[in-house]
């Protein structure tokens, strides 16, 4: 039997492969290197087209090519996408913004604007509150609905603010006019404006509570007005702080002294209704 035994290579034979796996790595690494300067530099791979997808009502080419257009820097290989995004979350109605290359000279975006639910804050602001309860800046100009609200509330409020409208809108409609403004105050008391003008101080407590005296006043309201020969379209103001009953104001009725042709219902007595009221004085 024969045993063959595998000497060592020599010292000069491991300094040539040393030297040729280095000289290979760095050949290797410079054709990567002029690789990547050339397709940074080489027009292939400029972006030449950026296509753009989603249901888009407030935003076209125009104004997303003014708005973005300026902050696109670099090409396929070396743009930053994050500050794509961004820069396209930047529009006015835009409210998400998702982007992709596409070899060799494209990128695709995938738009998502709000869906306007509401003016946001005061009548002088241009900010708007979408139907997730989002806050975002746009045009008001731009809003397609003559008849949205406007709601206000405390900053972090503004979804509390839309869910609380949206419980009591419906319970309005049958005065005839909608709820226009619904205002949520910093120590936590609503007041609405119906579309006729007339104000409701709805007072505060939990979302119950304040559902509940709406719904008695719309219950009762058109039983009240009727006994003094009006309509409640009349009605020009009412309170529902009062625990058990309500005051309001309707037009051409008066308790007061004064020529304001107004009427007050006040508290010093209680109908079966649940309003409180003083029979008027004839003017």
């Given amino acids: ?25 760095g050949c290797a690494a410079a054709v990567l290197v002029a690789a990547g300067s050339w397709a940074r530099h080489h027009p292939m791979f400029a972006i030449g087209r950026i296509v753009v997808q989603g249901e888009l009502v407030h935003n076209n080419a125009v104004t997303l090519r003014a708005n973005v257009g300026p902050h696109l820097v670099g090409n396929f290989f070396t743009m930053d996408l994050a500050a794509v995004r961004e820069a396209f979350e930047q529009v006015p109605w835009v409210r998400r913004a998702m982007v992709r290359r596409e070899f060799p000279n494209s990128l695709r975006v995938e738009l998502q604007e709000h869906d306007a639910f509401a003016y946001w804050g005061p009548e002088e602001g241009s900010t708007l509150l979408s139907t997730r309860g989002e806050v975002f800046e746009a045009s008001a100009d731009d809003v397609d609905d003559d008849e949205l609200p406007r709601l206000q509330g405390p900053q972090g409020q503004s979804a509390a603010v839309m869910q609380m409208y949206q419980r009591l809108s419906p319970i309005v409609e049958p005065l005839g006019a909608r709820l226009a403004t619904l205002e949520l105050s910093p120590r936590g008391s609503w007041r609405g404006t119906l579309a006729s003008g007339a104000s409701i101080e709805l007072g505060g407590g939990s979302p119950d509570d304040v559902e509940t005296r709406t719904r008695r006043f719309v219950r009762t309201l058109a039983r009240v007005t009727a006994q003094y020969g009006r309509r409640p379209d009349a009605l020009e103001s009412a309170d529902l702080r009062h625990p058990d009953g309500y005051a309001m104001r309707l037009r051409g009725v008066t308790t007061v002294d004064g020529d304001a042709p107004r009427a007050v219902v006040r508290r010093p007595a ?14």
């Fill in 270 to 283: 209680t109908s079966n209704n649940g309003a409180r009221r003083e029979p008027p004085r004839n003017r």
């Fill in 1 to 25: 039997m024969t045993t063959t035994t595998s000497l060592p290579a020599p010292l000069d034979v491991k300094l040539m492969n040393w030297t040729a796996a280095v000289l290979f790595v």
